[in-house]
């Protein structure tokens, strides 16, 4: 399977909360840019409540910080932000999503499950998606 095309992305978020973000993610040997896009991705198939980012600070002292984001995921992210008009930019958007999972409102998690479609599997089970949910500490 050939890998994922990557685009460079530059929103301008707060070095203070990536920190945070890339502290959070590490113990799960995911990138911070790899996490950001499966935060994205959560995003844009309407995975992640309103409620668990909205009041997040998006802080202060933005600067630009570079990345390498799938330029499929963060389109659809920035058109469901569009459509929906409640953050006026994407930096906006990518600063609350790090925000929540710094936070422990939202949790990224990975799971593997046998495919239904595979002939050998004994019971057909849903395939599984990685991607973000709501950290039950944040209820």
Known sequence: MPPTPRSPQKPYISPHAWAQFIDA?????????????????????DLIPVAAIEDIDAGGGRKQVNMRISGAVWQRADEKRQDEGRYANMAT??????????????????????????PRTTAPQLEARGGITPSPLAA
């Open 25 to 45: 993610v590490a113990p799960l040997e995911l990138t911070g840019p790899r996490a950001l896009e499966l935060a994205l991705d959560s995003y844009a198939r």
């Open 93 to 118: 958007l990518v600063s609350k999503l790090i925000g929540a999972i710094a936070q422990g409102r939202l949790s990224i998690t990975m799971t593997v499950t046998p495919s239904p479609a595979d």
